[in-house]
């Protein structure tokens, strides 16, 4: 409502901040032309505010209105980022957040596993443009590329082991003696130690050392690196050395008795599985459905929405790392979709194979 004239200033009813600005302008493409007076419905820019960023409401001082700020839609694709230049990385971050404040679609999150952090928007071109504007803005320049995706370990079988830990060294030498018991539990089971030493075969100052081996040998697990999860394991017999026995050679002890376990207890993949809704319209169904299917998804059903279609199914994030370009290619710019993740299940032996294959490469 009313009529803004140039040079007056705004409120920021947000920030309760007076805003003061020179010229209005409208903008046309590339150009922009000078405005005398903005009245409602125009879409204006003005220049060098601050205090305002996005979403914030200008009004008048003398009747201030506060209006809800617009949710931002949920991302669909992720790249990790990378300084172009060693030693940058401050420099970029703090670029990428002052981004942050004037686009709210864009996301920057690390990722505890993968040690990437990792920028997401609302498509491919979305985060080249935001990496350009960086460029162009703050002069430092980043590289894209595909995430990792976060694969865990578990186990399938149940073993028994002895972690032993001998070492002499002329004087006080080390000496650790662990029996694990190691066994599988449900999906999302985590993780669980249990102490089962009786008559003081290990004095009780030495078992909370064996756990702290065994948890940190399963952050970086057995066949691929990836951390191990889902498991239970029992410290159930051991022995020890009057002089020569410590905390650290327990912990050594727990650490290689579990991945003696692990090797035992047949090991396997996880990857983590995708709950995706995709909206076409009805014509380009079957061929969302059959990418899907190619994809190792699983369709679970689909909702009427207007005139569109909405498929909900689940799907490996291997397979859908790139999908945002994908359905714009197969629905000419139709389709839209979303996704959070779900659950992990066991990666098929084949493609097990092939990461476990990468991971050893990698370490030789």
């Not at 204006?44 to 914030?56: C, I, P, Q, S």
């Not at 992720?78 to 940058?88: D, L, R």
């Not at 290990?202 to 050392?209: F, G, T």
Request: hydrophobic share 35%; net charge neutral.
């Amino acid at each position: 409502s009313g009529t803004r004239v140039a040079e007056n200033g705004a409120y920021n009813a947000n920030k309760e901040f007076k805003e003061r600005f020179g010229q209005i302008f409208q903008p046309e493409g590339k150009n922009q032309k000078v405005m005398t007076e903005a009245l409602p419905g125009d879409i204006v820019a003005v220049a060098k505010l601050k205090e305002t960023v996005t979403g914030d409401t200008l009004c008048s001082e003398k009747d201030p209105v506060l209006f809800k700020p617009v949710a931002p839609l949920p991302t669909i694709i992720s790249y990790a980022v990378t300084p172009k230049n060693k030693g940058e990385e401050d420099k970029v971050f703090a670029s990428i957040a002052k981004l942050l404040e004037e686009d709210p679609t864009l996301k920057l999150a690390r990722n505890k596993q993968t040690k990437e952090m990792l920028l997401s928007g609302m498509g491919q071109v979305h985060i080249e443009a935001t990496m350009e504007k960086m460029r162009r803005k703050f002069g430092v320049e980043a590289m894209l590329t595909i995430p990792k995706v976060p694969y865990l370990e578990t186990i399938k079988g149940k073993a028994k082991v002895q972690g032993k830990y001998k070492r002499q060294t002329g004087g006080r030498g080390q000496y650790g003696d662990t029996w694990l018991e190691i066994e599988p539990l449900p999906r999302g089971g985590g993780y669980e130690f249990l102490d089962k030493i009786v008559g003081g075969v290990i004095p009780r100052q030495y078992i909370p050392a064996v756990d702290k081996g065994i948890q940190e040998a399963a952050l970086k697990g057995v066949v691929a690196g990836f951390p191990v999860v889902d498991f239970r394991i029992a410290l159930v017999f051991g022995s020890y050395h009057d002089v020569d026995s410590s905390e650290m050679a327990f912990k050594i002890a727990g650490s290689m008795g579990f991945k003696k376990a692990c090797e035992e207890a047949k090991m396997v993949l996880l990857e983590p599985i995708m709950k995706i809704e995709v909206t076409v319209p009805e014509e380009f169904m079957g061929d969302i459905i059959g990418d899907l299917n190619s994809r190792r998804g699983k369709v679970l059903g689909m909702v009427q929405k207007g005139k569109s279609q909405v498929i909900q199914g689940l799907v490996p994030m291997s397979e859908i790392l790139q999908y945002a370009p994908d359905l714009t290619s197969m629905t000419g710019g139709r389709g839209s979709f979303t996704m959070e993740q779900s659950t992990y299940e066991e990666l098929p032996a084949h493609q097990a194979e092939k990461i476990i294959a990468e991971y050893k490469q990698a370490e030789e």
